[in-house]
Each structure stands twice: as structure tokens, then as C-alpha cells.
């Protein structure tokens, strides 16, 4: 039943894509909304989701939030193999992993930089 549930709580385009490049690493919402051009209030939302639903929890730093896969979520192999196939069979996670990629080129050290920060330091 567990299964279910998870494949209930992704169901929505948005919160696959979330999922799907949470499986690469932690990520902020402002990473999050740089990869894949949603809006902030829709990751947030998304988000509150899928952490309801526990295939996401976060990690505070400072005043940021850095959301990851639980897990117990990760536990689910089949689902697990399956979303990550999608990662390379649908076009619009394809285009948000290549986008994932370039922002992991722009980390300083371990520490990604969102634009708004960035854009203050100019």
C-alpha cells in the first residue's frame, strides 16, 4: 500500500520533476526553481506535499531549507528504477537534469549560489 500512496503523492507533472532531480542530490527551492522554471510558490506547495506524504523531508541551514528524497521512500525499488527511467524517456526531465547538470558546474565548492544572490553581489 505504501507503493500506492507514493505513486498517488507524484501523480502530479510537477511533483515527479521535483522528485526526479531530488534523486541527484539535495536541493533548495530556489535551485529547485532555476532548474525548472516553476514558480516558487508552486515548489513550496509541492513540496509541503510531498513532505506530508514523507518522500521528502528537509535540512535546515541558516535560513535556507535543503529538501532530499527519505529512505523510506528510497526503500521502494521498483518505484525508484522506474522514476529514474523516466529521467531519461520524457522529455521535460531530460530538459530539467540537463539544466541540473549546468547548475552543478556554477557551485562554489559544495555551496550553490541562486541567482537572487548572485544578482545582489553585481
Given amino acids: 500500500m505504501k507503493s ?3 505513486l498517488k503523492s507524484i501523480s502530479n507533472n510537477s511533483k515527479l520533476r521535483l522528485v526526479s532531480l531530488l534523486f541527484e542530490n539535495e536541493l533548495c527551492v530556489c535551485e529547485l526553481e532555476e532548474i525548472t522554471h516553476i514558480s516558487q510558490v508552486n515548489i513550496s506547495k509541492n513540496l509541503i506535499s510531498l513532505k506530508t506524504a514523507r518522500i521528502v523531508n528537509v535540512r535546515r541551514d541558516k535560513q535556507r531549507g535543503f529538501y532530499f528524497l527519505t529512505d523510506d521512500f528510497l526503500s521502494n525499488k521498483y518505484l525508484i528504477e522506474h522514476i529514474k527511467e523516466l ?5 521535460i526531465l531530460k530538459q530539467d537534469y540537463e539544466e541540473f547538470l549546468k547548475h552543478e558546474e556554477i557551485k562554489n565548492g559544495n555551496i550553490y549560489i541562486c541567482n537572487a ?3 545582489e553581489d553585481s
Fill in 4 to 6: 500506492i500512496n507514493y
Fill in 87 to 91: 529521467k531519461f524517456s520524457e522529455e
Fill in 117 to 119: 544572490y548572485r544578482n
